[in-house]
């Protein structure tokens, strides 16, 4: 069993247009994240979510919005899509109400906006 | 704001060579990780460091936490082939809500 998975893989869009990523974990972890990695390899913060609040980078575009349907879910919706979106996007998820803060990753979704 | 800085960025030796890879702040964090990544796949966690001083074993891997938790290293023995990837250092703050990770080191190792 994947602990988090996220689908698609690789996904190939035109500007403009709308798309999801979804992301589900088995773990029963509390917390769920969402990171880009840009060419460069450098991970940063988009999102982070558990059952209580919705914690947004400041410097995420409001074209992405994160949905969380349930506790083991954070998809991730980006509106009106741009060049500069296309990267790797990670879901991640901790259990920080244990006290422990490693992070379990998906295996990422390459998005390429062309 | 990249708040860790790891060196080298890109790292190339031979099999059986050891090597440290640095991972350096100004800020303090209450724990620091680190994770290997393989090409196409997310990060995995090797370790977590939680006590400044500590010094952990994996193997051929020691990774140690900096006394006043602001810096770690760690140090591979024996390099292999298998150890190709990129390394990543992630440091936890108080209060905040998400990890902060280093600019990577990525790790060739040459049969």
């Known amino acids: 069993d994947t602990a988090v998975s996220q689908t698609p893989k690789y996904l190939v869009t035109q500007m403009g247009n709308d798309k999801s990523i979804k992301c589900e974990q088995n773990?029963?972890?509390?917390?769920m994240y969402w990171y880009k990695q840009d060419s460069k390899k450098f991970l940063k913060i988009m999102f982070s979510y558990n059952n209580k609040e919705l914690i947004i980078n400041e410097t995420v575009p409001n074209r992405f919005s994160p949905k969380s349907p349930d506790k083991a879910h954070l998809n991730l919706h980006i509106n009106s899509l741009e060049l500069g979106d296309s990267a790797v996007y990670f879901c991640a998820s901790s259990d920080r109400g244990q006290g422990l803060y490693g992070y379990t990753f998906g295996s990422g979704t390459r998005l390429t906006v062309v | 704001t990249q708040l860790l800085k790891q060196s080298p960025q890109f790292l190339s030796i031979q099999e059986g060579e050891n090597l440290t890879v640095y991972c350096n702040s100004s800020?303090?964090?209450?724990?620091l990780q680190w994770y290997r990544q393989e090409p196409g796949e997310g990060p995995v966690l090797l370790v977590t460091v939680v006590t400044g001083g500590e010094v952990k074993k994996l193997k051929r891997l020691t990774f140690q936490f900096g006394d006043a938790r602001k810096d770690s290293s760690l140090h591979i023995t024996a390099a292999q082939p298998g150890d190709t990837g990129l390394y990543l250092c992630?440091?936890?703050?108080?209060?905040?809500?998400?990890?902060?990770f280093g600019t990577g080191t990525r790790l060739t190792v040459i049969p």
């Open positions: 773990l029963g972890h509390d917390t």
């Open positions: 800020s303090v964090f209450s724990s």
């Open positions: 992630a440091g936890d703050k108080t209060g905040a809500n998400n990890l902060f």
